[in-house]
C-alpha cells in the first residue's frame, strides 16, 4: 500500500510538482460534477420521495447524511457516495489477486484488502488432473501441492455465503497461482473494474492483473497450456529448462512494476495505458529503472499526466 | 502568530527539564489612547487632555509607587513586561501598581507589549534579561510614538542612565523621574521622589549629614548564591524576622531547619533587617549564647516601656519567657535558646510607616533640603533618614514614611516622604494613626459598593413572606438585649414555655446574607474589611451604614428578616431538638443590659416578657454552670468604658466595664447558637467549613502565670483546662480584687482564637480551650463580622435553601480568608485598644491624680503595675535612669525586690499608691507617667 | 498564581480565556495505516494510525453483528520535557485508551463492519496539555482517511477554571494548576455529548459554562476537521482523475 514516495525535491522540482498539482486539480473541479463530501455532511436530494440510501450514507433527522469521505453518485432514486480511500468492497464476478494467509479444513484463506480473510474452498478449484469429481480426503491432505502459505493467487469472487463470509472461485485457467513477478498493493480505489484485468503486455513479455482489490501482479508471461494434462511429464521437464527468468524480463517486469508505483504514489487511476504510458516514457527518455521513483522522473510524470488531461478534456469538449 | 518560548528548567528534585511554552503575539491589542483613531477605544484610558504619554520603567514602579500614587502623575502607559518584573520583584507593589491600574481617577493603562505583534522583543544572543527588559520597553515606546503618529509627545521614564542614553539614541524623549518632577513645578511632589543610591546617580546629590560616619557599621549582606547553598548545608538558617514589640532590640526567627526560634540580640546582629523580612541567620558560637535583654546598652535611642493597657492575650504581650530566667543573677548567663546573627535579607518586608520626626532644630534656610530622623509610632521600626523641602511644616505633624534603602555604611534606612496625616496629639489624627497602623480601611464605602444595597427605604416585601424556605415567626415575642445605645443588633431571643414544661428558645441573627451576595463588591468589600473596629469615639463598620443599622438591625417593632436556631430544651437546659431556619421576626423590645437586668431584678413585675427573660436567665445559669464543669475557663478582662462629650468627643470619665447576669445570659445562649450550627455545618461541609479554634496553651506561655502564682503561695494546677479552672476559682486571697488579678494574668497567657477552614486540620485540633467545646464558630454576628456572613452562607446550603457559593470550593482561597479575618481581627482588637490608650492620655492630660496599683511584674530597676481602675499598666522606676549602681536587689523566685540600705521591699500582686501623670519630656511627645507615692 | 492577567484578560501564553491554541491536522501521514492523520493543538502533537476492518486477530473476541475497535494509547519518551521512559501499559495509558475507544465507538457504524477489526494507535509525540482531546481529534482523522463510516465527526476539547473564569484548551501550565479540567467530546452536527470527564470539583453553575465553552470548542474544532477533510478528499479525487 503505497502513500506519497518520500523523495527529496530541490526548488525548481518542488515549484513545477506545485504548478501540476495546481493543474490537475484545476481539471479535476472543471471535469467533475461529483459533490464531495465529508463524514457528516447532508446531501441534498431536494426532497425527492423515495429516494434509496446506498453505500455511505445514513439518515439523520430526516436528511441524507454521508457516513464516510468521497464522490456523491446517484443512480436513479438510489444515493450513495463513493468512498475514495478504504479497503475493497468485493463484488461478485471481481477479478482479484490476494495472497493466502492460512489453509484450513478445504479452504485457504486469503488475504484480499477486504475487512475479512476471502475463502477460497477446495471445491472451488479445478484440480490439477483436471478432472470433475468429488474431492476426496486425499486431494484434502495434498492442499499443499496446489498453494502453500504466501502464494500469491489470481481469483474471482463468487459472493457471499450466508454466514458472511467472502467466497472466491477459481475455475479456469486464467486463474490460480502467480509465480515469477512481484505483487503489489495500491488503494483499491485507484484500479477501475473493467472488462479486461487481465493484459499480456507483449513487448515486455510481462503478464498484468489489475486485482480490483488494489492488488497487482506483474510477473513473466505464462503461455496458457491447454494440454498441459496431456504432456504432464513434459512439461515439467520443459519447467525445469525454463525454472529461471531471463534478465530482460526480469527488468521489463521491475520498469512496469515501478510505473505501477509512481502512478500510485501520484495517486492516479491506474490503468494499461497509463502503466505502458509511463513505461515507454521512462524508456525513451533513457531513465534507468532505478530512477524511475527519482525526484525527476516523478515530477515529469506528474507534468506528463496534466498534458494528457488537457489533451482529453479538448477532446471531450471539441 | 506564534512564538515559542524555550528555556531550560532545573526542577526542584535537581532534575535538568527543558520546558518549551507557546507565545501568541497578537494584532488586537489596543493602545489605550482616547485619540487613537486605529484602536478600539471603547476601553481606553489614556486621556488627550494630559500634555504627554508616560512609559514607566520597572524600577520606577519598585522604587517610585508612592509618587505615582499622586495624582499628579497621570496618563501613564504601563507595560506588561513591566508589571510582569514587579510581581517577581515585589508583590506588595505589584498589589498597589494593580490597584492604580483599575482606579478610575487615574488614567493608568496597561498595555501587553509582550502579546503585541509589533512590540514583542526576542531575547537575542548573549543580552542579559535586564538590558532585553529594558529594550522590550523602548520597543514599545517607540511603537506608541509611530502609532500615535506625533500627536501626543510619549516619555519614557527611567532613572536607567544605559537606558535613558540609548532611548535619547533611538530618537525618543526620555528623562529620569526627578528631572520630571521638578518640570510638573510642584515642589511638594519632589518628597515623595526617591533618591536612588545606586551608582549611576551622581554623588553631589547624596550629601551626608555626618561624612565622618561614612564608615561600615553593618556587615554587608552575603551574596545570594552564598545564602542558597548555606541553607541548603544547613550552615544558615532561614525564617521571618520578628521583633519584639516591647523591645526593639531584641528579634525572633522561627526556624524550620532547627525547630526553635533563634533569639538575635542588637541592631548590629539584625544587620538591617526588618520585622516581618524573610531573613538568613547564622547561629553564633554557643559561648555567645548570652541573654542581654534586660537592659539594652546597645544604642544611645532611650527606650523604655510607656504605660499601656492591660494585654488582653499572649499575643499582645511581650514574649518575655525568658525574662523570668535571668533575673538570677546581673551577670549574663548563658541562655539555652540559640543565638545568632543575621547574614542576609531573602525577602524585604518594607512598607511605609507612620510616626513623626524627630524634634530638630531647623534649618536656617527654610525650603531648602533638609535632612531629618523619623520615628515610626511602631518601635520595631527603626529611625528612618528622609530628605524634606518643608521641614518647617512637618516637625509637629504625624507623617507617612517609606522606606527605600539601608546602605551598609548608614546607622539608618533612607526613606521618603509620603504624606501628612495631621497634627500631633490631636485626637482625629491620632486615631487616624491608629487605624493606618492596623491597616483598618476607614474610606467611605464605594459607590460600586453602595449600588449593592436594597432601594432604600426597606420594608418586608411580599416576596419574602411568599418564599417557601421563610418561616413566619412574627407571632413571637422576641426582643433584644444589648449595650445601651447599640444600633446595630445583630441578635433577638425569644423563649416560650411549653405545655410539657420544656421551653422553645430561639435565637434569631439578623439575615445579612440576604442582602449581602457572594461575589458582588459589597461582598468584596465586607470580606476584604473582615470585621467591624469599634473605637472608643467611633465606629468604623464592615458594611455600609443602611445595613449596619437600618434593614439588618433587629431593632424593635419592625418586621425583619432573620436566619434562626430553635431549641426545644427541658428545664434542665438539655436541648431536646435544634432547627434551623430563615424567618421574618417582629422584635418587641430592644433592651439594654441594664434594662434587662433591671426587670429580672424588680420582683414587682411579671410581665410575659419578663417571665420571659427570667425563663432564659435560669437556662442560661444551668448551661454556664454545665459548661463550667466540662472545663470551661471563666476569664477576666480589664476593659474599661469612657464617658464621651458628645461635643467634643474628648472623654469625660473612665472605668472598668461592669458585666452583669444579663450580659451572661445573652452569651450564654449566643455560644450555644454558635456550637450547634459549627455542627450542622461541620457534618453537611466537612471539608470547607469555617469554624473557629482555640488552641491549648504551651507550657511555656503559662510559664508567667506559674512564676508570678508561685511566688505568692499558689499551686496552679495546668494540665487541662478543667483542672486550671478549678484552680483559678481556689484561688482566693486575702482581698476581693486578686481572683480577679489571677485571672487576669491567666488570660494574658492565652494566644487568640483563630479562624480557619475544617480541610486545613484535624478534627483533634478543631477544640475551643477557653470553651471547652470541641466545636465552635461565630455565627451570631453577621453585621459585625464577616466570619459570620460566610456561615450564615454555609447553614443556608446546609439546608438547602441556598447553593454553596463556589468559593468554599477553594481550599487555598478559603484559608486566605480566614486568616484575612484573623488579620483583621486581630488588627480591629489593636485598634480598640490603642484608641482606648489614646483616650486614657487624652483623659489623664488635665487629671494628675493618685490611685491604687497592683504590682505584676518585677524588673531590674522596678516593676511593672497594673492599675486595675483603668485597665492600664505601666512600669515604675525605682531608680532613676542611667543609675547603675543601685541599693535594690532583684529576687527572682520569690518575685520580690528589696532595697539593701532601707529594707523597703515590694513583691508580685502586692497594693501599691501610684501617681499618674501626662509628662511632656519632649515637645509634642507627651506620655503617662507611674509614680511610686512613698508610704 | 494569575492564569489570566487581571488588568489586561489575557493567559499566560497570551490567549484570551475563550481562544483556542492553533490547530493543525494532517492526514496521511502513516503509509502502512489504512488511515492516519497528524493533529496538534499547540504544542501538543499527536499522531494517529488507523488499521482495518481487518481479520479479528484473535478469533475469540470476533462479534458477528459488529466490529471489535481496539485503541492503544502512547505517550513517546521524547513527549515531555523530562525524557522519562514511559511505560506502555500504565494506568493512565489504559484508562485514556478505554476512553478513546468508547468515544469513538459511540460515532463507528460498527453494524456495518461485522467480523472483523478497527486498531487505532495514537502515539502522543509532544505532550503540553489536552493529549486526551488531541488524540480524540486526530483519531476522527485517521478514521475518516481510512474510509470506515461514521455517525458523525467526534471532535473533543477541553475546559478548565481558574482564576474564576472559564478557559478553553488548557495547556499544561494551567492544566496543573489542579483546578477543575472539563474534558468533552461531542458529536457535533447530532448535538450529542460522548464524552466527559472532569478532574477536581466545580459548582454546577459553574460547570454548565465551562461545558458549553468546551462545546464550543468542539465545534470550531469540527469545522477545521471538516474543512480539512474535504480538501483531502478533494485532492484525492482531483489526484486520480476521471
Known amino acids: ?318 | ?935 | 498564581m494569575e492564569y489570566v492577567n487581571p488588568l489586561t484578560g489575557f493567559r499566560l501564553d497570551g490567549r484570551r480565556p475563550n481562544e483556542m491554541r492553533q490547530i493543525r491536522g494532517e492526514i496521511g501521514v502513516v503509509a502502512k495505516a489504512d488511515g492516519s492523520a497528524l493533529f496538534e493543538m499547540g504544542n501538543t502533537k499527536v499522531i494517529a494510525a488507523v488499521y482495518g476492518p481487518r481479520e479479528v486477530q484473535n478469533k475469540g473476541q470476533q462479534m458477528d453483528g459488529q466490529a471489535l475497535v481496539r485503541c492503544e494509547y502512547s505517550m513517546a519518551n521524547f513527549s515531555t520535557g523530562d525524557r522519562a521512559r514511559k511505560s506502555k501499559g500504565d494506568r493512565r495509558s489504559t484508562e485514556i485508551s478505554l476512553v478513546i475507544r468508547q468515544t469513538m465507538e459511540a460515532s463507528i457504524l460498527t453494524h456495518l463492519m461485522p467480523r472483523s477489526q478497527i486498531d487505532i494507535f495514537l502515539q502522543v509525540l509532544q505532550a503540553d496539555g489536552g493529549t486526551r482531546s488531541a488524540c480524540i481529534n486526530a483519531a476522527t482523522l485517521a478514521l475518516a482517511d481510512a474510509g470506515i463510516p461514521m455517525r458523525d465527526l467526534v471532535t473533543s476539547c477541553s475546559a478548565g477554571y481558574l482564576c474564576s473564569t472559564p478557559l478553553l484548551d488548557l495547556n499544561y501550565v494551567e492544566d496543573s494548576a489542579g483546578g477543575p479540567d472539563v474534558t468533552v467530546g461531542t458529536l457535533v452536527k447530532m448535538d450529542k455529548v460522548t464524552l466527559l470527564q472532569m478532574d477536581a470539583k466545580l459548582p454546577i453553575e459553574m460547570f454548565t459554562d465551562v461545558l458549553q465553552l468546551a462545546i464550543e470548542g468542539c465545534k470550531a474544532i469540527a469545522n477545521y476537521i471538516q474543512e480539512v477533510l474535504l480538501e483531502n478528499t478533494k485532492k484525492l479525487e482531483c489526484m486520480r482523475g476521471s
Open chain 1, 1 to 318: 500500500m503505497m502513500r506519497e514516495l518520500h523523495v527529496s525535491l530541490n526548488q525548481t522540482q518542488k515549484v513545477r510538482l506545485q504548478a501540476a498539482f495546481q493543474h490537475l486539480s484545476d481539471i479535476g473541479s472543471q471535469a467533475s460534477s461529483g459533490l464531495l463530501v465529508s463524514v457528516s455532511d447532508t446531501i441534498p436530494v431536494n426532497n425527492e420521495d423515495g429516494i434509496l440510501k446506498g453505500h455511505g450514507t445514513s439518515e439523520r433527522d430526516g436528511q441524507v447524511v454521508a457516513t464516510v469521505c468521497g464522490v456523491v453518485e446517484r443512480v436513479n432514486k438510489l444515493v450513495y457516495v463513493r468512498a475514495l480511500r478504504a479497503r475493497y468492497k468485493p463484488e461478485v464476478g471481481d477479478i482479484i489477486v490476494g495472497r493466502v494467509i492460512e489453509i484450513a479444513p478445504k479452504r485457504w484463506k486469503l488475504e484480499i484488502n477486504f475487512s475479512q480473510d476471502a475463502v477460497l474452498m477446495l471445491q472451488s478449484m479445478n484440480l490439477p488432473d483436471g478432472i470433475q469429481r468429488r474431492r476426496t480426503a486425499v486431494d484434502e491432505l495434498n492442499m499443499r501441492t496446489i498453494f502453500e502459505e504466501n502464494d500469491v493467487i489470481c481469483a474471482e469472487v463468487r459472493g457471499f455465503q450466508h454466514d458472511g463470509s467472502l467466497h472466491l472461485q477459481a475455475r479456469s485457467q486464467k486463474y490460480g497461482k502467480l509465480e515469477r513477478g512481484q505483487l503489489l498493493r495500491v488503494p483499491a480505489y485507484l484500479v477501475k473494474r473493467r472488462k479486461q484485468h487481465f493484459h499480456d503486455l507483449e513487448q515486455y513479455g510481462v503478464d498484468l492483473i489489475l486485482g480490483c482489490n488494489g492488488f497487482i501482479w506483474v510477473g513473466e508471461h505464462v503461455v496458457p497450456a491447454d494440454n498441459e494434462m496431456v504432456e504432464d511429464q513434459e512439461s515439467t521437464l520443459k519447467d525445469k529448462e525454463q525454472s529461471y527468468t531471463p534478465l530482460e524480463i526480469r527488468q521489463n517486469i521491475c520498469r512496469i512494476a515501478n510505473s505501477v508505483r509512481l502512478i500510485s504514489a501520484l495517486g492516479f487511476a491506474i490503468s494499461v495505458d497509463a502503466i505502458i504510458d509511463t513505461a515507454e516514457a521512462s524508456k525513451s527518455s533513457n531513465v534507468d529503472i532505478k530512477d524511475m521513483l527519482g525526484a525527476e522522473f516523478y515530477v515529469q510524470t506528474a507534468e506528463r499526466e496534466v498534458q494528457k488531461r488537457i489533451s482529453l478534456l479538448k477532446k471531450k469538449r471539441g
Open chain 2, 1 to 935: 502568530m506564534l512564538q515559542s518560548k524555550s528555556f531550560v528548567k532545573k526542577t526542584k528534585q535537581g532534575r535538568v527539564v527543558k520546558v518549551v511554552r507557546e507565545h501568541y503575539l497578537r494584532d488586537d491589542i489596543y493602545c489605550g489612547s482616547v485619540i487613537c483613531k486605529v484602536c478600539d477605544t471603547s476601553s481606553a484610558r489614556l486621556s488627550s487632555a494630559a500634555s504627554a504619554i508616560l512609559i514607566i520603567d520597572t524600577n520606577v514602579v519598585l522604587h517610585q509607587i508612592d509618587l505615582l500614587e499622586n495624582p499628579a502623575i497621570n496618563n501613564v502607559v504601563v507595560l506588561s513586561v513591566v508589571l510582569e518584573e514587579v510581581r517577581n520583584k515585589n508583590m506588595a507593589v505589584y498589589n498597589r501598581i494593580k490597584a492604580l491600574c483599575t482606579n478610575a481617577m487615574k488614567n493608568f493603562f496597561v498595555f501587553s507589549n509582550e502579546h503585541h505583534r509589533d512590540t514583542y522583543v526576542k531575547e537575542m544572543v548573549g543580552e542579559s534579561p535586564n538590558d532585553r527588559n529594558d529594550r522590550a520597553i523602548r520597543v514599545a515606546a517607540h511603537w506608541y510614538q509611530s502609532h500615535l503618529g506625533g500627536s501626543t509627545q510619549i516619555l519614557l521614564i527611567t532613572n536607567d542612565r544605559e537606558n535613558k542614553k540609548k532611548a535619547i539614541e533611538e530618537g525618543l524623549s526620555a528623562e529620569t523621574v526627578e528631572s520630571y518632577v521638578r518640570s510638573l513645578e510642584q515642589p511638594n511632589l519632589l518628597d515623595l521622589v526617591v533618591i536612588p543610591t545606586s551608582l549611576d546617580v551622581v554623588k553631589e546629590e547624596f550629601d551626608d549629614p555626618r561624612p565622618s560616619k561614612r564608615k561600615v557599621i553593618y556587615h554587608e549582606h552575603k551574596p545570594m548564591s552564598e545564602i542558597t547553598s548555606g541553607l541548603l548545608h544547613r550552615i544558615y538558617h532561614q525564617g521571618k524576622l520578628r521583633v519584639n514589640r516591647y523591645n526593639p532590640f531584641e528579634g525572633y526567627v522561627g526556624s524550620e531547619s532547627i525547630g526553635d526560634e533563634i533569639v538575635i540580640y542588637g541592631r548590629v546582629n539584625m544587620n538591617r533587617a526588618f520585622d516581618g523580612d524573610i531573613v538568613a541567620v547564622e547561629l553564633l558560637p554557643q559561648d555567645q549564647w548570652t541573654e542581654k535583654s534586660l537592659i539594652v546598652v546597645d544604642d544611645d535611642e532611650d527606650e523604655e516601656d510607656d504605660v499601656h493597657l492591660v494585654p488582653s492575650s499572649v499575643d499582645d504581650a511581650p514574649s518575655n519567657a525568658n525574662v523570668a530566667k535571668a533575673f538570677a543573677g546581673s551577670a549574663p548567663t548563658v541562655s539555652s535558646r540559640p543565638i545568632g546573627r543575621v547574614i542576609g535579607i531573602i525577602k524585604r518586608n518594607w512598607s511605609s510607616y507612620c510616626g513623626s520626626l524627630e524634634p530638630m532644630p531647623l534649618p536656617a534656610s527654610n525650603g531648602g533640603v533638609a535632612h531629618a530622623l523619623f520615628i515610626s509610632k511602631d518601635r520595631r521600626i527603626p529611625k528612618i533618614r528622609i530628605q524634606t523641602r518643608q521641614i518647617g511644616n512637618l516637625v509637629d505633624k504625624r507623617i507617612i514614611v517609606a522606606v527605600d534603602s539601608w546602605d551598609c555604611s548608614s546607622k539608618y534606612p533612607f526613606g521618603h516622604y509620603v504624606r501628612t496625616i495631621g497634627k500631633i496629639g490631636d485626637r482625629e489624627t491620632e486615631s487616624e494613626v491608629v487605624l493606618i497602623e492596623n491597616d483598618i480601611n476607614s474610606r467611605p464605602f464605594s459607590t460600586q459598593v453602595l449600588a449593592c444595597l436594597p432601594p432604600l427605604p426597606w420594608s418586608l416585601s411580599s416576596d419574602d413572606l411568599a418564599n417557601p424556605h421563610r418561616e413566619d415567626l412574627r407571632h413571637l415575642r422576641v426582643f433584644s438585649v444589648d449595650p445601651p445605645g447599640c444600633k446595630d443588633i445583630d441578635d433577638a431571643l425569644h423563649c416560650t414555655p411549653f405545655a410539657n414544661g420544656n421551653f422553645e428558645v430561639g435565637v434569631h441573627i439578623a439575615d445579612v446574607t440576604n442582602f449581602v451576595h457572594p461575589g458582588t463588591p459589597l461582598d468584596e468589600e465586607a470580606a476584604q474589611r473582615g470585621t467591624s473596629v469599634y473605637l472608643v469615639e467611633k465606629r468604623i463598620d464592615m458594611l455600609p451604614k443602611p445595613l449596619t443599622e437600618d434593614i439588618c438591625s433587629l431593632r424593635s417593632d419592625v418586621e425583619r428578616l432573620a436566619f434562626s436556631v430553635i431549641w426545644e430544651m427541658t428545664p434542665n437546659a438539655e436541648i431536646i431538638s435544634t432547627r434551623y431556619t430563615k424567618s421574618i421576626i417582629k422584635s418587641c423590645a430592644a433592651l439594654s443590659y441594664v434594662e434587662a437586668q433591671a426587670r429580672m431584678d424588680d420582683s414587682r413585675m411579671i410581665d410575659p416578657l419578663t417571665t420571659d427573660l427570667r425563663n432564659l436567665n435560669t437556662l442560661a445559669k444551668i448551661m454556664r454552670q454545665r459548661r463550667i464543669e466540662r472545663g470551661a475557663l471563666t476569664l477576666a478582662s480589664a476593659e474599661v468604658k469612657f464617658q464621651i462629650d458628645t461635643e467634643t468627643h474628648d472623654p469625660l470619665d473612665i472605668g472598668m466595664y461592669q458585666i452583669r447576669e444579663a450580659n451572661q445570659m445573652i452569651e450564654e445562649f449566643m455560644l450555644a447558637g454558635n456550637v450547634s450550627v459549627a455542627e450542622k455545618i461541620l457534618r453537611h461541609f466537612p471539608l470547607c467549613s469555617l469554624l473557629r479554634r482555640h488552641p491549648i496553651p504551651t507550657k511555656e506561655m503559662l510559664e508567667p502565670l506559674l512564676c508570678t502564682a508561685a511566688a505568692v503561695g499558689l499551686d496552679l494546677d495546668i494540665s487541662s483546662s478543667k483542672t486550671l479552672a478549678d484552680s483559678l476559682d481556689h484561688a482566693v486571697g486575702d482581698d476581693p480584687y486578686f481572683n480577679k488579678l489571677i485571672r487576669i494574668l491567666a488570660t494574658r497567657c492565652m494566644t487568640q482564637a483563630v479562624y480557619f477552614s475544617s480541610g486545613d486540620l484535624t478534627p483533634a485540633e478543631f477544640h475551643h480551650y477557653g470553651l471547652a467545646a470541641p466545636l465552635y464558630t461565630h455565627f451570631t454576628s453577621p453585621i459585625r463580622r464577616y466570619a459570620d456572613v460566610i456561615v450564615h452562607r454555609l447553614l443556608a446550603a446546609a439546608l438547602e435553601i441556598a447553593k454553596l457559593p463556589p468559593i468554599f470550593l477553594d481550599g487555598p482561597r478559603l484559608t486566605e480568608i480566614a486568616d484575612n479575618l484573623n488579620y483583621r481581627h486581630r488588627n480591629a482588637q489593636m485598634a480598640s485598644r490603642a484608641s482606648v490608650e489614646l483616650h486614657t492620655l487624652i483623659y489623664f492630660r488635665n487629671r494628675p491624680m493618685d490611685t491604687e496599683a497592683r504590682i505584676v511584674k518585677m524588673k531590674a530597676n522596678g516593676f511593672i503595675v497594673f492599675v486595675p481602675k483603668f485597665g492600664i499598666e505601666g512600669p515604675v522606676y525605682l531608680t532613676s535612669k542611667g543609675d547603675k549602681g543601685t541599693d535594690w536587689t532583684v529576687d527572682e523566685a520569690h518575685q520580690r525586690v528589696t532595697n539593701t540600705s532601707t529594707n523597703v521591699s515590694y513583691c508580685a500582686l502586692q497594693t501599691v499608691k501610684i501617681h499618674l501623670e501626662v509628662v511632656e519630656p519632649q515637645p509634642h511627645r507627651p506620655k503617662l507617667e507611674l509614680t511610686l507615692i512613698n508610704m
